[in-house]
């Protein structure tokens, strides 16, 4: 009985390779799976994978087709169902070509960017208000 416990506790340490963009504003993909289908909003995005939420999840280990909904061109990918939640489904990315690669990393460059010029800017403005 202990040791069921012990092995149903999440690591101290992130298992991921790559970190991730929380609630990238607008990113949206098409995703289907032996049946399912759904157009979903992105939880989080990072280079090995994204959380997608949805009320119609699949089963852990199915492969899934996906197609981001985004400006910056086709991104299309493999993935693997990695944890199913309440709220929707992580995914871990199998396969993309390089140049969906590319523009994923573009889109993940912009999102920080952004991050990194609202934070300069509200410094500015709290600086001169001072």
């Known amino acids: 009985m202990f040791a069921e416990s012990i092995s149903q506790q999440k690591p101290l340490y992130s298992r991921r390779f790559f970190s ?3 609630q990238p504003e607008g990113v949206w993909v098409y995703w289907h799976c032996k049946g399912h289908e759904d157009t979903s909003p992105v939880w989080d995005l990072g280079l090995g994978g994204l959380f997608v939420q949805t ?3 699949a089963a852990v280990g199915a492969s899934v087709k996906v197609d981001f909904l985004v400006q910056e061109g086709q991104i299309r990918s493999l993935a693997v169902v990695r944890h199913v939640g ?7 990315f199998s ?9 994923l990393q573009e889109l993940m460059q912009g999102f920080t960017s952004r991050v990194v010029v609202s ?7 709290e600086e001169t208000d001072a």
């Open 95 to 103: 396969a993309m070509r390089d140049e969906g690669r590319q523009r």
């Open 55 to 57: 009320a119609r999840p």
């Open 20 to 22: 991730r963009v929380e």
């Open 119 to 125: 934070r300069s800017c509200r410094n500015f403005r």
């Open 86 to 92: 309440p709220n929707g489904i992580g995914l871990k």
